[in-house]
């Protein structure tokens, strides 16, 4: 039975809402009861790797920023890169979704949209979750399983490895700060508005807000590191670098020395952040979200690790080394050692949206 998709979903009740989802979303491999029955039920492979999180509106995300299908699709990506930093194969998924009554059905459509696209890509099933009312904020929370048999941990790293960094960094951050001066994308990721910026910085505004609000970690890349035990430790970067080689460090018990010059800062954050006299280099060091793979690698295995990474056309930088002492961050210029502290990465510093966490 159709539904008319601008029915606000209080009016069409769980069950009615629980049978349409129920239509949408397809079995999959390993699957052996999915949706609709008290639990599901899967197969597993020799570890099963679970990892859980959630994202909350006005904490993480602002509605009005948000297309729902993007929000969908991110749901799914930050959990599907926690479990390929450890060295899993993403398999199932299941979504727990608080929504308010006076939400429509194409809302909950779209933000399914961007769910089970995103499922399809990364070859997950969605197996099962909640739909609960509320009349608080929005929370759409998602669990994944995964299979593992080689780990990769954050504890492992030694000192002589060599500490490297997946993607660019820096773009999701400068995609906040977009969206705060009023940048917008639809649902299919194209480019609205500018905000504040001129018709001339749309490539580079498009691309920052994508990177905010889409992510795409390069998960392919975990396990194939696993596999191959070419990494000592991983972690995905969500916090921003500073506080998660931190957190590497604090787990592997070795200090970390990086070189400022060799961090791979996205070409478009930096002349964004360039223009209005900002300093680049605080967006990647600082700023959270790029959802890329931080490793530790033996010297001699990086060769092997880059051109993995290029068989799926992810770039590689080298950013510095792991050495012997108590835990910590610095940075090695020309002038010198200096500790870096790291600073905490706030989506909202406060509820309007006007204080997001700025680029130092
Ligand atoms: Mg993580």
Redo the contacts with the bound molecule.
């Keep these: 039975m159709e539904i008319d998709a601008g029915k606000q979903i209080g009016e069409l009740g769980e069950r009615a809402l629980l049978r349409h989802l129920r239509a949408r979303i397809p079995s999959g491999e390993g699957v052996l009861v999915g949706v609709g029955d008290d639990a599901a039920a899967i197969a597993t492979g020799p570890l099963t790797l679970i990892t859980t999180d959630a994202l909350v509106e006005d904490t993480h995300f602002k509605l009005e920023w948000t297309p729902p299908r993007l929000l969908g699709r991110k749901a799914l990506s930050i959990n599907i890169s926690?479990l390929a930093?450890m060295g899993g194969v993403p398999r199932q998924a299941v979504v727990s979704l608080c929504l308010r009554p006076e939400l429509t059905l194409q809302f909950l459509d779209a933000l399914y949209d961007g769910l089970l696209e995103r499922a399809a890509e990364a070859g997950l099933s969605i197996v099962g979750g909640n739909l609960a009312s509320t009349s608080g904020p929005i929370v759409v929370d998602v669990t994944v399983l995964g299979l593992g048999d080689e780990l990769l941990r954050r504890k492992g790293a030694r000192p002589g490895d060599r500490i490297v960094v997946t993607g660019a960094l820096g773009a999701a951050a400068a995609g906040l700060r977009l969206l705060a001066e009023g940048a917008r994308l639809d649902a299919d990721g194209a480019l609205t508005g500018t905000g504040l910026w001129t018709e001339s910085s749309r490539i580079p505004v498009e691309h920052c807000l994508r990177a905010q609000l889409d992510p795409a970690p390069p998960w392919v890349l975990g396990r194939a590191l696993a596999e191959q035990k070419l990494a000592h430790a991983a972690?995905?970067l969500?916090d921003g670098l500073s506080g998660d080689l931190l957190s590497l460090c604090e787990d592997s018990e070795v200090a970390a020395l990086v070189d400022p010059s060799a961090l791979p800062i996205d070409a478009h954050a930096a002349s964004l952040t360039r223009a209005r006299g900002g300093d680049s280099l605080g967006l990647a060091l600082h700023g959270g979200e790029d959802y890329q793979l931080l490793l530790a690698v033996a010297p001699g295995a990086v060769p092997q690790v880059a051109e993995l990474a290029s068989m799926w056309e992810i770039a590689l930088a080298d950013v510095g080394e792991f050495v012997a002492g108590q835990a910590g961050v610095a940075l090695r210029g020309k002038d010198g050692v200096r500790p870096l502290r790291p600073r905490a990465y706030d989506h909202f510093l406060s509820k309007s949206g006007k204080g997001m966490t700025p680029a130092p």
């Design positions: 926690d930093a972690m995905d969500s």
